[in-house]
């Protein structure tokens, strides 16, 4: 177990040549002892060079790296002893147990200790019957779950995985999932885990870090990145579907959205209500905090029902206010085509309208 | 109306497609939906021409197009990896398969302009594909495909390679783009459950070659015909308990190790071991000590995992029989991994398969038995 810390990285590809490219701009973040963070971006956000640097694949063109409070810098990924796990399994010629107990054998570990540490592993992530087989015949899930043993085998200091999911199928991706939220939660292992999946960031991290463009927009637990993202590409990113967004205007205690309005007293402190008094907005709120009504309620808008989709554990349906259009997240598929609608008053986020940033702080205390 | 007819495929010894019989209808989104080994491409790939089928025939309204060349065949694909030629701009791979029917060039130019003008991407047609992004270059192969003006549409597993969000939203304009056109057959083929429940108007759920089951989505999704067609159309997996249904004083009785229940009108087979299949949110976590009908014991559920799924929480259990059971609470209960939690138990949705051949017997609606 380690505090892994970055320092004022910048990274830049290419550096002096035509072809330069800014990868990661004056980054810091800190990854706690036993933490499992995500590391969450569309491509191309620099979410793969950074995992990079911290396991010292690629020296960062300027900031440190501190792993316990030493600067590890020059030193490389077997010194840093960092695990690592990709896209594609890799595997040698050998049964599975000689797989696991590879980075053992490397450093000379007694036959004995070797052989307790292997069917332990084994057993914690379900593979022990597949000890003596020959691993190159084994279905994708499986190969990644010896990795999975390969890596954690040595207890290393940080385990860092490399969308390994991606290519797996929807429901071996759930299980494999499963297996490595749970393994974590045992072995307190530091794990950083890169993906574009917010699905999979949710799912697993402790905390998120969403990236864009070479920096980090928002590090936080995932219900603050849900609830209170710090603008309207956080809150469109996180969540399926993302935040719905539409234009406005604060009138007091009140917001206008031109065909009808939305009483928000007490979700904004005095000094904010003053400063954006008579502003334009962007109100953004989650499906899921769009309520939907058969009958009419107080507060509740009339509304006219679209589309309804069943995604499983619930139903998505398009909601037209004249011609806003939003989507909700209910329970109940059953729906007339007049509908009344309503939010979820704590759950709205209000942004300016030039950056798109929050500016409903998050009261929630640590 | 397209028309697959007894179509095998065998490639080395080995049956890819075994006797495949299916009916794919205009005006609407037919999803493919199976595990990798399945058969769908190679199913896509016999209907574009592409390969031939070992036997079997191919209809098109009514004409046999088995033995037509691809171009002959009034069907489109588009693969999983695009296929974009790397060194035309996006103009001209959109007006490929134009050039190749000797379309005059004022026809190929309105053609090609109007169908970017539906997918979006007017102001990308000079680009080189690799100037693109994913996202782009799937639309590119899209407008390919639908330029042709084909009667036949089919797309491979067309999102996988893309980043998840992109992915959410190409999904979402997939459906409007095929919504606007009239009298295609789309047909769609993916592994992921969530694109047949956004997508599809028929599903056809696929195994080892094999059609599971097809129909209308809907009743795929509410209907399964056996076990397998259950847990995979469903997300999060279908929960599944061992019970037997006996007969008891002239009345059907459904024992589990949890509860027992009469039902009505059952017509199904008796003195059977069953598979009891229910959905994760009929699993509800209650405070500790809640007084409830329906209450698990709490000795026996476990917490093994807790894992969010966009503002909820969904939480596997082991039973005391090493069993996993997934059931969903709202994002703000806190649950701790191997703490112990009562659960209440909403059993008015059953869903119940013999134990060895894994077919449907019936479902439980309220109580009440429901055997189509």
Redesign the interface.
């Known amino acids: 177990m380690t505090n892994i810390i970055l320092e004022d990285i910048t990274h830049i590809y290419n550096l002096g040549t035509p072809r330069e490219t800014l990868a990661i701009r004056d980054l810091d973040i800190e990854f706690p002892d036993g933490s499992f963070v995500a590391l969450l971006g569309?491509?191309g956000c620099g979410k793969t060079t950074l995992l990079r640097i911290i396991s010292g694949l690629t020296r960062q063109t300027r900031g440190y790296v501190y792993f316990d409070g030493k600067e590890v810098t020059p030193l490389t990924p077997r010194e840093r002893n960092v695990a690592m796990i990709f896209q594609f399994p890799v595997l040698y010629k050998m049964n599975v147990f000689e797989n696991i107990a590879f980075p053992l054998r490397c450093i000379k570990v007694p036959d004995e200790e070797v052989k307790k540490k292997v069917t332990e592993i084994a057993e914690l992530v379900g593979i022990s019957h597949l000890l003596y087989t020959d691993p190159r015949r084994l279905d994708f899930a499986t190969k990644q779950k010896i990795i999975l043993c390969r890596a954690l085998v040595r207890e290393p200091t940080v385990f860092i995985l490399d969308e390994p999911l991606t290519n797996l199928?929807?429901?071996s991706r759930?299980e494999l999932?499963?297996k490595i939220?749970?393994l974590q939660?045992?072995m307190k292992t530091n794990m950083i885990y890169v993906?574009?999946?917010?699905?999979?960031a949710?799912?697993?991290a402790h905390k998120i870090a969403v990236m864009k463009e070479g920096e980090i927009v928002q590090y936080d637990k995932?219900?603050v990145l849900?609830d209170r993202p710090k603008n309207t590409f956080v809150g469109?990113?996180l969540?399926?579907?993302?935040m719905h967004f539409l234009n406005c205007k604060l009138k007091g205690t009140t917001i206008d959205f031109g065909d009808f309005t939305c009483n928000i007293k007490g979700l904004l402190s005095e000094d904010v209500l003053e400063k954006f008094d008579n502003k334009e907005l962007i109100f953004g709120i989650?499906p899921?905090?769009v309520l939907v009504s058969k009958k009419e309620r107080p507060g509740y808008i009339k509304a006219r029902r679209g589309n309804i989709?069943?995604?499983?554990?619930a139903f998505l349906v398009d909601i037209y206010i004249g011609d806003k259009r939003l989507k909700a997240?209910v329970?109940e598929g059953d729906l007339p085509e007049e509908v009344y609608v309503g939010f979820q008053k704590e759950k709205i986020c209000l942004f300016e309208k030039e950056k798109g940033e929050l500016i409903i702080k998050n009261t929630e205390k640590e | 109306m397209l028309e697959v007819k007894d179509v095998s495929k065998v490639v080395d010894n080995k049956a890819i497609l075994k006797g495949i019989n299916m009916k794919v209808y205009e005006d609407a989104i037919t999803v493919i939906l199976g595990?990798?080994g399945s058969g769908k491409t190679t199913l896509l790939r016999i209907i574009a021409g592409v390969e031939e089928p070992t036997s079997g025939r191919i209809f098109l309204d009514g004409k046999d197009i088995t033995d037509l060349a691809p171009k002959d065949r009034n069907v489109a694909i588009v693969f999983q990896e695009y296929c974009l030629y790397p060194h035309l701009t996006a103009y001209e791979n959109i007006a490929s398969p134009l050039r190749a029917a000797k379309i005059g060039e004022k026809e190929i130019d309105e053609r090609v302009k109007r169908v970017a003008a539906t997918l979006g991407i007017t102001d990308i047609l000079g680009k080189l594909p690799r100037e693109t992004?994913?996202g782009q270059r799937q639309r590119i192969a899209i407008a390919r495909a639908l330029v042709k003006d084909a009667k036949v549409c089919m797309l491979d597993e067309p999102l996988t390679n893309l980043?998840?969000?992109?992915r959410?939203t190409m999904r979402e304009e997939i459906r409007e783009i095929f919504k606007r056109t009239k009298g295609k057959i789309i047909i769609y083929s993916t592994?992921?459950?969530?694109d047949a429940?956004?997508l599809a108007d028929y599903t056809c759920v696929m195994r080892n070659g094999v059609i599971e089951q097809m129909g209308k989505n809907?009743e795929v999704?509410n209907k399964p015909k056996n076990l397998f067609v259950a847990k995979?159309y469903?997300?999060?997996?279908m929960n599944v308990i061992i019970g037997q249904i006996e007969k008891l004083n002239g009345k059907a009785m459904l024992k589990t190790p949890w509860f027992k229940m009469s039902i009505e009108g059952w017509s199904g087979p008796l003195n059977k071991d069953v598979a009891v299949g229910f959905?994760?949110?009929q699993l509800e976590i209650v405070p500790a000590g809640s007084k409830v009908d329906m209450k698990l014991p709490s000795d026996k559920l476990k917490v093994?995992?807790?894992?969010?799924?966009?503002?909820?929480h969904?939480i596997?259990l082991w039973t005391a029989d090493k069993n996993i059971l997934y059931a969903?609470t709202p994002?703000?209960v806190r649950l701790e991994?191997n703490e112990t939690v009562d659960v209440l138990f909403h059993i008015d949705k059953l869903w119940l398969f013999d134990k060895e051949t894994e077919e449907f017997l019936g479902r439980i609606y309220e109580g009440s038995a429901i055997h189509d």
């Open positions: 569309p491509s199928e929807p429901m759930f999932r499963l939220k749970e939660s045992r993906t574009h999946d917010q699905t999979e949710l799912a697993l995932p219900e849900l469109f990113f969540g399926s579907p993302g989650r899921e905090y989709t069943n995604i499983g554990i997240k329970k | 595990p990798t992004s994913g980043d998840y969000k992109i959410e592994p992921d459950p969530l429940l956004l809907k999704y995979y469903s997300y999060p997996p959905r994760c949110e093994a995992t807790v894992h969010r799924i966009g503002t909820e969904l596997q969903l994002g703000d991994v």
